[in-house]
Nanobody, 111 residues
């Protein structure tokens, strides 16, 4: 199993970023996927969930209405569209399947 995140970077507050997670080594379309993040000195927290078909998504209150998770099962890729970014969104973002994690991608939001 391999999960490879990309798309992170430095953005001003109020800006947007789109993260991607390319998956391989398993039947991607059969698995629910999550995005998590971890800020310095804080525990890892989930920020988005999507079911295998992409018809069900869930978000915590901290990002609901600003973040959108989606997937393309033909491309074995899950995405996280992040809008109206805030300084508190600064973290390393990871995609997750069961107990498999990618290496993460850094998102830094400057105020």
């Amino acid at each position: 199993v391999q999960l490879v995140e990309s798309g992170g970077g430095l953005v001003h507050a109020g800006g947007s970023l789109r993260l991607s997670c390319a998956a391989s080594g398993f039947q991607f379309s059969s698995y629910q996927m999550w995005w998590y993040r971890q800020a310095p000195g804080k525990e890892r927290e989930w920020v988005a969930f999507i079911n295998p078909s992409g018809t069900v998504t869930q978000y915590p209150a901290s990002v609901k209405g600003r973040f959108t998770i989606s997937r393309d099962n033909a491309k074995n890729t899950v995405y996280l569209q992040m809008n109206s970014l805030r300084s508190e969104d600064t973290a390393v973002y990871y995609c997750n399947r069961v107990d498999n994690w990618g290496q993460g991608t850094q998102v830094t939001v400057s105020s």
